[in-house]
């Protein structure tokens, strides 16, 4: 027995380490599973250099510092950083982290001021509008678009890896404020407001750059900074194609571009979509749910304040879900708050994007299904619009059976760990309404029970607009902000019913919208990005940044209520 006892032992202690390094590849694969960055450069998204110089809170925004630009290569400016860190024992002070951004980075030279060759002062939709006040404001309203007109500078064709900056081929209209570069989903609005400006060379040229940008990473990122590269924006995109081509009729452009268009949608399909059940049926939908666990660049120091009571999987978790609520453009609202008892939350800590199926969502993804489809069949291609027109009706019946609640004759978010209906008043519910994600004999019904529920909200006592939720808690995307593609997605999904109640209150919505506008306007020369549905023209507040002015797609909103009531 003696004899055989060592190499027994030999064996068992050769199964137990075996089993130890197996579990140890399975911890070193799990965590490099989850902690996935938010892009590759060690500048601008990930690593030592970023965490020390925003946890040193420089400047009051985050931002501030990933928008700067290199004065050398990244290599050059990481050797530097590695100094620092030796000379002051990987604890630099705060007047040291600062020299090194002054003497490493510059403040400005990646965008330069551009004058559109469509822009004139006087566009032809002047010269229709009777009434004076108006007349007047959309006279000056149409000179903001040179306010916000830029082009990327060629340094950042020449110098990629010293900018945050992505090359964009054409000129461009940025939001403004803060946000210095295209966003994708403030585009929509942008584009919306360029058309009724006659400016379609611009228009055409913003898709232009979106498509680059689908051409060069497969998607269009939430901006056009590589630090949102892990994530994207609502899909808005054909939307865009569908009311440039209504204006142009450029089916040259559409014929070039379409194999883009479905590249964008088919992301979305690939990386976003999922599988819920409801009373034993699957059914296929979309959700926002960025695979980047870790904070955002342009949010940094604030990201870890949110998610600092966590432990480190927990910690991945809430970054996540912090990325995936800037990616819905919501950022960040009551709406992903979930209480532990599936309730709406008031702590920004209880966020759970990725656990909710929202209404905007799919039906934006619905109703570019059909505008593609529908681009196929105008092109000739009877198979390819075929095949797009059957993924719309899938997402029309997930619509309709998960989302729509007959009681309430609304649609709301669905809560995918507790099976069930978020309710709560957001303008979201609605979206159906403006994507038309429905079957046309259901347009009536669906129509007159959006005008009760708004009724029953009391949604038309808000002269300063439709507000975005009816919580006060303090995040930007709620009460009392109203922000204005909120307010052009009802008034359009209102007209889109056709009935002359839904009309009507289109009509209303749009009045106080744009009587908000031009009262702010008024006082402060300055067009808002949001505003307080409960003080017309006041500025909307709220959330991680001060309000901020331009402003794109609130121009954009504009000019669609002055065409909707004075053209």
């Known amino acids: 027995m003696i004899v055989f006892k060592k190499p027994f032992t030999l064996h068992y202690i050769i199964i137990i380490y075996s089993f130890l390094v197996i579990i140890l590849l399975f911890i070193i694969l799990r965590y490099n599973a989850q902690v996935m960055e938010s892009c590759d450069s060690k500048i601008y998204c990930q690593g030592s250099l970023l965490d020390t110089i925003q946890r040193a809170k420089i400047f009051n925004d985050s931002k501030s510092f990933v928008d700067l630009a290199q004065r050398k290569s990244p290599s050059v400016t990481l050797k530097h ?13 705060y007047a040291q982290v600062k020299s090194f951004i002054d003497n490493n980075f510059e403040f400005q030279g990646e965008l330069v001021p551009w004058t559109p060759t469509d822009y004139t002062e006087n566009p032809q939709f002047l010269t229709k509008i009777k009434n004076t006040t108006v ?18 500078n060629t340094s950042v064709y020449k110098f990629p890896d010293r900018h945050s900056i992505i090359y964009l081929p054409e000129g461009f209209v940025i939001p403004g404020g803060r946000f210095k ?10 584009i919306k407001g360029l058309l009724i400006s006659g400016m379609t060379d611009t228009a055409r ?14 998607f269009i990122p939430n901006g056009t900074r590589v630090y949102y590269l892990n994530r994207s924006q609502p899909p808005l995109l054909s939307a865009m194609v569908g009311i440039y081509f209504n204006y142009t009729n450029d089916k040259k452009w559409v014929k070039k571009n379409i194999d883009a268009i479905e590249t964008e949608l088919l992301w979305w399909l690939q990386n ?9 049926t699957e059914y296929r939908l979309a959700q926002y749910s960025v695979k980047s666990g870790t904070p955002r660049p342009e949010s940094y120091s604030e990201d870890i304040e949110t998610c600092r009571a966590f432990d480190y999987y927990e910690k991945i978790k ?3 879900n912090l990325k995936s609520g800037a990616e819905s453009g919501w950022d960040f609202s009551s709406r992903w708050l979930v209480g532990s008892d599936g309730s709406i939350s008031l702590k920004l800590e209880d966020i759970d994007v990725i656990g909710i199926v929202p209404v905007d969502l799919n039906a934006f993804l619905c109703g570019g299904f059909g505008q593609i489809s529908r681009f196929y069949k105008m092109l000739g291609n009877a198979w390819q619009s075929k095949k797009w027109r059957k993924r719309e009706q899938v997402w029309m019946d997930g619509i309709s059976r998960v989302l729509y609640d007959s009681k309430d004759g609304t649609w709301y978010d669905w809560d995918i760990n507790l099976s069930k209906p978020r309710r709560g008043f957001f303008p979201s519910n609605l979206s159906p309404l403006f994507t038309e994600s429905f079957e046309p004999h259901m347009k009536e019904y669906y129509g007159r029970r959006a005008i009760e529920y708004l009724d029953k ?37 209102l007209l889109n019913t056709k009935i002359p109640a839904g009309i009507e209150k289109a009509r209303l919505y749009a009045i106080y919208s744009l009587d908000a506008y031009i009262t702010g306007f008024r006082t402060t020369s300055e067009m808002f990005e949001k505003y307080d549905a409960s003080v017309s023209g006041q ?4 959330g991680e940044y001060t309000v901020q002015t331009g402003f794109g797609w609130t121009n954009g909103a504009a000019l669609s209520f002055i065409k909707l009531l004075y053209l």
Not at 82 to 91: A, I
Not at 135 to 152: C, E, G, I, S
């Open 181 to 190: 570069e295209v966003y994708y989903w403030d585009t929509y609005w942008i």
């Open 135 to 152: 007349a007047d404001f959309a006279k000056k309203l149409n000179t903001v678009w040179l306010t916000l007109a830029r082009k990327v």
């Open 81 to 93: 950083f590695e100094s620092l860190m030796e000379e002051t024992g990987n604890h630099p002070s």
């Open 318 to 320: 809430c970054y996540k």
């Open 205 to 218: 040229g913003m898709l232009n750059n979106f498509v680059s940008l689908i051409r060069r990473f497969g």
């Open 457 to 493: 909200n009391n949604i038309d006592s808000f002269k300063g607009g439709i507000p975005t939720s009816l919580l006060q808690t303090g995040q930007q995307w709620d009460y009392p902000n109203a922000w204005p593609p909120l307010q052009d997605m009802i008034v359009t999904g």
């Open 539 to 542: 500025y909307g507040g709220g």
């Open 272 to 280: 976003r979509a999922v599988t819920v059940k409801k009373q034993g």
